[in-house]
């Protein structure tokens, strides 16, 4: 890291302790005491404009999250490997008996642009491609629905449906599956429009993202395409 890069965060550290720190300092200390005790299991891309606390105002301890490259759910697969994303889950439904799991998809993504790139494997790519391979279907779905010269159509077309196939691989989860046929677990599927601070919510009777909340409706919805 450089000098300037590292002298930027540990300013940005002495901020957090003197402010952030300082007004949520007995809440720091009970969830210390107590352990945490989130209100929902938060699935997200790894992208640095995603920011899973800031867009929904979330408070230390409130949000148990995972983030990924394109917010991918991995469908069950219990073998020799190590599964990050599946050990959280378990985490989250097993031990944390959290009641709620948000996937969050995002415009602008990298992850589902990549998608309709022609990127040659490698030694340093291989473990990108083979993730990938978890918005292939969305993708199928998605050529056969939008235009492919409306590009920007397309890619935030397939981000959006993106979301309904990983809630659809949550389910493929032996303790996920029971708690949501027993009412006793939610999903729920999110798209974050970066451009407009905008969440809208999967409807699965109307089969379409609608704006999470009255006061995003008032909010415009762009549809552009942009760096990844
Ligand atoms: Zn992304």
């Known amino acids: 890291m450089s000098d300037k890069k590292l002298e930027e965060f540990t300013k940005g550290h002495e901020a957090f302790r003197s402010v952030n720190f300082k007004q949520n300092e007995e809440r720091f200390k009970i969830l210390a005491e107590e352990g945490q005790n989130p209100k929902a299991l938060f699935i997200g891309c790894s992208d640095s404009r995603v920011m899973p606390a800031m867009i929904t105002n979330s408070k230390p301890g409130d949000l148990f999250i995972i983030r990924n490259i394109g917010n991918f759910v991995a469908p069950y697969r219990p073998d020799a490997d190590y599964h990050a994303t599946a050990a959280a889950i378990e985490y989250a439904i097993s031990v944390l008996e959290l009641t709620d799991i948000i996937v969050c998809g995002h415009s602008h993504c990298g992850a589902i642009g990549a998608l309709y790139k022609d990127i040659k494997p490698t030694k340093e790519n291989i473990h990108t491609l083979k993730w990938l391979e978890l918005g292939e279907a969305p993708k199928k779905i998605a050529m056969m629905s939008v ?5 920007a159509a397309l890619l ?3 981000e959006k449906i993106s979301v309904v196939f990983q809630l659809e691989n949550l389910l493929t989860y032996p303790a996920v599956k029971k708690r949501v ?7 729920h599927g999110w798209y974050y429009d970066i451009e407009v601070g905008l969440i809208e919510y999967y409807d699965d009777e109307k089969y379409e993202f609608l ?3 009255s006061k995003s409706k008032t909010l415009p919805s762009k ?3 942009g760096k990844q």
Do not use: M, Q, V
């Not at 235009?147 to 590009?151: C, G, I, Y």
């Open 147 to 151: 235009p492919s010269t409306d590009k």
């Open 156 to 158: 935030r077309y397939t």
């Open 181 to 187: 046929e027993k009412g006793e677990l939610f999903l």
């Open 211 to 213: 704006p999470l909340g």
């Open 223 to 225: 549809n552009k395409e």
